[in-house]
Nanobody, 126 residues
Framework: QVQLVASAGGSVQSGGSLRLSCVAS????????MAWFRQAPGKEREGVAA???????SYADSVKGRFTISQESAKNTLYLQMSSLKPEDTAMYYC????????????????????WGQGTQVTVSS
């Protein structure tokens, strides 16, 4: 019933920018509570950014000041604007929705989300 479809990622050079989007369909307990995660080869899935129903955002320390999460409610679309990209940002990125717990300590935990989009590859070359 709930489906998340992410846009294609892309390949950019270090310092470049990309914007990811994720369109949600169906009903969730908190339609505006969505997040972006990423996973690089050999590493655990990492919470990148999250936004709650009030528009409050949370970011991983590694992306603060460079990434911006936002949403367009009318289109049920989540965005991740990525700027000043670094090679270490290279990963498969996933959008997620339907958190069980909407609290700061849990908002960037992958096991806190019940719905996931397909992965989209972001590659940053040096």
């Amino acid at each position: 019933q709930v489906q998340l479809v992410a846009s294609a990622g892309g390949s950019v050079q270090s310092g470049g920018s990309l914007r990811l989007s994720c369109v949600a369909s169906g009903v969730t307990s908190c339609t505006r509570c969505m997040a972006w995660f990423r996973q690089a080869p050999g590493k655990e899935r990492e919470g990148v950014a999250a936004i709650d129903s009030d528009g409050t955002t949370s970011y991983a320390d590694s992306v603060k000041g460079r990434f911006t999460i936002s949403q367009e409610s009318a289109k049920n679309t989540l965005y991740l604007q990525m700027s000043s990209l670094k090679p270490e940002d290279t990963a498969m990125y996933y959008c997620a929705a339907g958190p069980y717990i909407v609290r700061q300590w849990a908002i960037l935990r992958s096991d806190n989300y019940r719905y996931w989009g397909q992965g989209t590859q972001v590659t940053v070359s040096s």
